[in-house]
Every structure is written in structure tokens, then in C-alpha cells.
């Protein structure tokens, strides 16, 4: 699906709205607060800016954001959980304008944190650079998939297979999928105007996952720890546009 130009502002305009979100928990979290906490803060967000959120109520999803902490890949339900000194914490957030969706996450360190784990949320946000940096006018859609790929694995780490990106645009998640790995050179070519939130989820060891009890939190198999980066971007004439910033 190609998207016009008064398209792509208005999720530009929703993508602003989930770069506040991350800002302001980005700067809410810390030792000793909850992740129940962290969500409010992403509400108000989407109050203020008079946005919906995307998140809640999909599929019965009972937040705003997922907070996955540590093991935890993506998911993960706001509530009790504090933040503790030591961990990390992928935030995703997501809001709609106008019937326009945007949808990006992160992955921060809490207080003083083991410089492995460090590593491991930059070798994934590089992979998320690498990916970006693909999304031109006549590539292929696996080649994002496999710049990720390339990225983590030359780092010794691995990309999960089971959940993947997506376009997105009156939907979250609209066809077509974008795994975060595979050969290059694959799948319907890019062209301008086609938005996709691209999204690494990056595993310190195995690959595999594992859902928890409550039908949502996923958590690595191995028990690593694991880092999730995600923009939502527009392809362009003038090359790819990453519309969750500021
Ligand atoms: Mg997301
Ligand atoms: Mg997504």
C-alpha cells in the first residue's frame, strides 16, 4: 500500500506523539518506579495531544505501552513490576491521529547496568540504523530483514523469528510482515509512499521464546536478556523518512 503525501503528515503527526511518549518515559523511569507508573505517563501523553491509543483493548491489551523487562522480548503488561538498579526495559508505545497510526519502542538502561547489557541495546539500535538505511526506492523488502540479521549476529547475538514488523497505516499492523531476518534481494520491491514499522528484537543468546501465563509477556526460551528498537518509516523519493521523532 502506497500512502500520499497528506497521508504520511498525519502519521508524521501521530509518530511526534510517540516520540513524547518515549521522552517522557524515558525520563520517568528509574530504580523504584513501577511500570504501571511508566504507563500513566505515556496516557497523559496521548491525552494532552488529544490522541488515541492503538495498544489498548487490542486484543484485550490492557495498556497504553508494553514494558518488557530484561528476559522479557516484548509484550510485557504494564503493573507492579519496580524498576530495579541493573535492569533494562523495552518501552513500546503507539498512538493514532486522525485514524493514522504510528508505533515505535526502545530499549533503555536502568541506573547502573552491566556493560554486556549496554551493548546489547546499541548493537540493536545500530541494527535498527542498518535496516532504515535500506528502505530506498528499488530494494527489496527482505533486504531490511537482512541488514538487521547481519547486524546482530555479526555481534554474536540472534534476531527472534516469531514476531516480526509490519506496515502500518489506517491499521497497526498491516500486510506486509517484516521479519528481522532472511536472505537479501527478496519480496515486493520499495517504493515511495509505503510505511512499515521495522522493530529488531534482539536476543544475548538463543533465538527461541517462550509466552508466560498471561498470554502476553514473551520472554526468551534461554533465559538472556533481550533488546527491542523500533521506528515507524516512510519511504521517500528522497530516501526513507523516520516519522516517530519529534
Ligand atoms: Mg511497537
Ligand atoms: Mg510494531
Redesign the pocket.
Known amino acids: 500500500m502506497r500512502r500520499s503525501r497528506d497521508e504520511i503528515a498525519k502519521m508524521r503527526r501521530a509518530g511526534r506523539v510517540v516520540a513524547e511518549m518515549h521522552d517522557k518515559t524515558r525520563a520517568a523511569a528509574r530504580p523504584g518506579v513501577t511500570t504501571a507508573e511508566l504507563d500513566r505517563v505515556a496516557r497523559d501523553v496521548l491525552d494532552r495531544r488529544g490522541a488515541r491509543s492503538n495498544f489498548l483493548g487490542y486484543h484485550g491489551f490492557p495498556a497504553v505501552i508494553c514494558t518488557s523487562p530484561n528476559d522479557m522480548i516484548v509484550h510485557g503488561i504494564p503493573g507492579p513490576y519496580r524498576l530495579a538498579d541493573g535492569d533494562i526495559i523495552s518501552i513500546?508505545c503507539?498512538a493514532i491521529i486522525e485514524g493514522w497510526h504510528a508505533?515505535?519502542?526502545y530499549t533503555m538502561p536502568i541506573g547502573d547496568v552491566d556493560p554486556e547489557a549496554v551493548k546489547l541495546i546499541e548493537v540493536t539500535e545500530e541494527s535498527l540504523r542498518a535496516a532504515i538505511a535500506q528502505m530506498v526506492d528499488g530494494n527489496r523488502l527482505s533486504d531490511i530483514g537482512h541488514a538487521v540479521q547481519s547486524v546482530a549476529e555479526a555481534a554474536g547475538y540472534s534476531v527472534v523469528r516469531e514476531y516480526v514488523?509490519?506496515a502500518?497505516g489506517l491499521a497497526?499492523?498491516e500486510e506486509p510482515q517484516v521479519p528481522n531476518y532472511g536472505p537479501p534481494g527478496r519480496g515486493p520491491k520499495l517504493r515511495p509512499g509505503m510505511v512499515f514499522?521495522v522493530?529488531p528484537m534482539v536476543n544475548m543468546g538463543r533465538p527461541g521464546t517462550r509466552t508466560l501465563e498471561d498470554g502476553w509477556s514473551v520472554v526468551t526460551a534461554d533465559g538472556t536478556l533481550s533488546a527491542h528498537a523500533?521506528h515507524?518509516i516512510a519511504i521517500t523519493d528522497h530516501g526513507p523518512e523516520v516519522l516517530t521523532v519529534p
Do not use: K
Request: proline share 0%; glycine share 14%.
Open positions: 513500546d503507539g508505533d515505535a519502542a514488523g509490519h502500518i497497526m499492523h514499522a522493530e523500533e515507524t
